[in-house]
Nanobody
Framework: QVQLVESGGGSVQPGGSLRLSCAASGTIFSINAMGWYRQAPAKQRELVATITSGTRTNYADSVKGRFTISRDNAKDTVYLQMNSLKPEDTAVYYC???????????????WGQGTQVTVSS
């Protein structure tokens, strides 16, 4: 069994900052790409940022220069530092990971349960 558990969401005023964390636990052999996605009310889920095992990063244009994704491979954890937050960043943020549970096994894609981020004055 594998779980991705997010933390760090909450409410903040425009211009503020939050740091999200997502820890993978369970039977894990290796993790490839990890990332963050978000879904606002009545909108489709969208990519926010991804990071490979080699720490190459990719960002949505709407968050470039404001958000930073990073990971700690020793802890199987991915982070999202969010600065200069805007009301349009309000959404449920989901962690995602591609991982293998044993050597030579198939790759599976996992999602976390999501954490709410609300940006409002």
């Amino acid at each position: 069994q594998v779980q991705l558990v997010e933390s760090g969401g909450g409410s903040v005023q425009p211009g503020g900052s939050l740091r999200l964390s997502c820890a993978a636990s369970g039977t894990i052999f290796s993790i490839n790409a990890m990332g963050w996605y978000r879904q606002a009310p009545a909108k489709q889920r969208e990519l926010v940022a991804t990071i490979t095992s080699g720490t190459r990063t990719n960002y949505a244009d709407s968050v470039k220069g404001r958000f930073t994704i990073s990971r700690d491979n020793a802890k199987d954890t991915v982070y999202l530092q969010m600065n200069s937050l805007k009301p349009e960043d309000t959404a449920v943020y989901y962690c995602n990971a591609d991982l293998r549970r044993n050597r030579g096994g198939p790759w599976y894609n996992y999602w976390g349960q999501g954490t709410q981020v609300t940006v409002s004055s």
